[in-house]
């Protein structure tokens, strides 16, 4: 069972409000990441890390910042929330085994008025 | 570029039938991993499955199996005998197999619904 938590799992908010999502995982993974899902269901990588003050951009563009100044915590900052923004964000993370899985949390839904 | 294609959107059946769910991938890597998750209604993904390139067996784990063949570059998952408990949404996804820098940064497909009715 994944140990990965994301937090909140829901949340609806105002034009123009800073929000951060957290996440955070136990199992000591290097490797995090931000994933944006449309509503529509597709899957895009918005950030990751591959360990302590190491952050990139992810394919999709994302007016969204992360940071990582410890190596089980990878939250997601958003300054100003616009309609836009409104989506669900899963966190992964990923350990030094071979096997490839990418351990997801529960997402979290946010909705911006 | 990386590209997975599940051309099905939804899908429906009836309990104990037997389901194909197709993906079809693109990618310039010779080597690469290909993966399928499940995301039941709670949200979270659930990790199936990983091959490797290199890899083209089959594989059976219980009422799941996957065909991957790389001619067609295709790696298909089929459900035997579905049951209501598999209703999902059930995502292919492709990374590079490279070392290091990008490795695992996973391209998704748009997922296909699955609803499995008594």
């Known amino acids: 069972e994944a140990d990965i938590y994301q937090t909140p799992r829901y949340l609806v908010i105002g034009t123009g409000k800073k929000i951060t999502l957290e996440c955070s995982q136990t199992?000591?993974?290097?490797?995090m990441y931000w994933y944006q899902q449309d509503p529509g269901m597709e899957l895009h990588l918005i950030h990751y890390?591959?360990?302590?003050?190491?952050?990139e951009k992810g394919d999709l563009s994302s007016e969204s910042t992360v940071s990582r100044i410890r190596t089980e915590h990878f939250p997601l900052t958003l300054e100003s929330a616009r309609p836009s923004h409104t989506s669900q964000y899963l966190c992964?993370?990923?350990?030094?085994?071979?096997?490839?899985?990418?351990?997801f949390g529960e997402g979290s839904r946010l909705t911006v008025l | 570029a990386q590209k997975v294609t599940q051309a099905q959107t939804e899908i429906s059946v009836v309990e104990k039938e037997d389901v194909t769910l197709d993906c079809v991938y693109e990618?310039?890597?010779?080597?690469?991993?290909l993966f399928w998750y499940k995301q039941p209604p709670s949200g979270e993904l659930v990790f199936l499955i990983r091959?490797?390139?290199?890899?083209?067996q089959n594989e059976i784990s219980g009422r799941y199996s996957w065909n991957f063949q790389k001619s067609t570059s295709s790696f298909n998952f089929t459900i035997t005998a579905s049951q209501v408990v598999d209703s999902a949404v059930y995502f292919c996804?492709?990374?590079?197999?490279?070392?290091?820098?990008?490795?695992?940064?996973?391209?998704f497909g748009k997922g296909t619904l699955l609803t499995v009715n008594p």
């Open positions: 992964a993370s990923k350990g030094r085994t071979n096997t490839g899985e990418l351990f």
């Open positions: 199992m000591g993974h290097d490797k």
């Open positions: 890390s591959y360990g302590v003050n190491s952050t």
């Open positions: 990618t310039r890597d010779t080597t690469y991993y």
């Open positions: 091959r490797n390139s290199f890899d083209e």
């Open positions: 996804a492709l990374s590079p197999g490279r070392s290091g820098g990008s490795n695992y940064k996973l391209t």
